[in-house]
C-alpha cells in the first residue's frame, strides 16, 4: 500500500538516507525505532514531502511519486494522503482546539463550515477532549495538546499518519494518555507509521518494527522477532541500552 523505494537524503555532505526501502500494509502499524542521529524523523518527512528526497520513489496505493522528478501535483497529491503529528504538536495558536481540528476540513477538504465543526468537535471527543473544544492551546497541557493534534490528523481521513516522536517533549505523566489514544486509534485500523523511543509501546502496538542505524534500515520484521530475536548485532546492542 505504500512503498518507498531507494529513499536517499543529503543536507550538504552529510548524507542522512542511504538508500530506503520500506512496504507497509494497509492497516499496519510500523514502529521506527534507532538510536538519535540515524534518519528517523529525516524519513518521516520525506514521505509527506516536507523534506525533498534526492532519489527514490514513493507510492501510496496506485500513485507514486519519482522523487528526482516529481510534478507539482503529485506532491500535493502525497500531501493530501498523509498527515502529520508533530514533536512539537504545531497547533495554531490563535485557534481554539476546534478551529484547529476544524482547519484541514474546511480549508483542505472544503467542507461547510457546520459540518467541520461537527467532524471536529467528534474528533475531539474521540481523543478525550469534548470539554475543550473552545480551549486555546496556551490553556491546554502538552498532552492535551497533542491529542488535539491526533484529532486534526485524523480529520484528514489520510491513508497514512506520520507520528514523529509524538511523546518526546512531554513530561513524563502526560506520555501515558497520548500513547493509550494512539492505541486506541490504531485499533481501528489506521495506517500509522510511528518514530517512537517509547520501546514498550512499539513493542505493543505495532506489528512491524523498523530498525535503522546511519541512514539504513538495518532490520525489520514482527515486534516479536525484533524483541526477542533478533538476527542483526547492532539491533540487539540497541535493544540492550533501551529495554
Ligand atoms: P533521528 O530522527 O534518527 O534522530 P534525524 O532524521 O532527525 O535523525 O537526523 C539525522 C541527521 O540529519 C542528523 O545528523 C541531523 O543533524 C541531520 N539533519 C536533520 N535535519 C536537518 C536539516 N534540516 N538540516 C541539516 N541537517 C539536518
Known amino acids: 500500500m505504500i512503498k518507498l523505494r531507494g529513499i536517499a537524503k543529503s543536507f550538504g555532505k552529510q548524507e542522512v538516507l542511504k538508500g530506503i526501502d520500506l512496504t507497509v500494509e494497509k492497516g499496519e502499524v510500523v514502529a521506527i525505532l534507532g538510536p538519535s542521529g540515524s534518519g528517523k524523523t529525516t ?7 516536507l523534506e525533498k528526497p534526492n532519489a527514490g520513489e514513493i507510492s501510496i496505493d496506485d ?19 498523509t498527515a502529520m503529528v508533530f514533536q512539537q504538536y504545531n ?4 485557534k481554539t482546539a476546534l478551529e ?14 457546520e459540518e467541520a465543526r461537527r467532524i471536529g468537535a ?23 495538546q497533542q491529542r488535539v493534534g491526533i ?3 485524523l480529520a484528514l ?12 517533549a512531554l513530561d513524563p505523566e502526560l506520555v501515558g494518555e497520548v500513547l493509550a489514544v494512539i492505541r486506541k486509534i490504531a485499533r481501528e485500523g489506521i495506517t500509522m507509521i510511528i518514530v517512537t523511543h517509547e520501546m514498550g509501546f512499539a513493542q505493543d502496538v505495532a506489528n512491524h518494527i523498523v530498525f535503522m542505524e546511519g541512514g539504513l534500515v538495518v532490520e525489520e520484521g514482527p515486534p516479536k522477532v525484533i524483541f526477542q530475536a533478533p538476527k542483526e548485532e547492532r539491533t540487539r546492542q540497541f ?5
Not at 500513485?63 to 494522503?81: G, Q, T
Not at 490553556?139 to 492535551?144: A, K
Open 239 to 243: 535493544l540492550a541500552r533501551y529495554t
Open 122 to 144: 467528534e474528533l475531539l471527543e474521540k481523543v478525550g477532549l469534548a470539554d475543550k473544544l473552545d480551549a486555546y492551546p496556551s490553556q491546554l497541557s502538552g498532552g492535551q
Open 43 to 49: 524519513l518521516l518527512r520525506c514521505i509527506n514531502y
Open 157 to 168: 481521513n489520510p491513508e497514512v499518519i506520520l507520528f514523529d516522536e509524538p511523546t518526546s
Open 151 to 153: 484529532a486534526r490528523a
Open 63 to 81: 500513485f507514486s511519486v519519482n522523487c528526482r522528478k516529481p510534478a507539482k501535483k503529485d506532491i500535493h497529491l502525497l500531501r493530501r494522503k
Open 91 to 94: 497547533l495554531f495558536r490563535h
Open 100 to 113: 484547529n481540528v476544524m482547519e484541514g476540513l474546511v480549508v483542505v477538504k472544503k467542507l461547510p463550515k
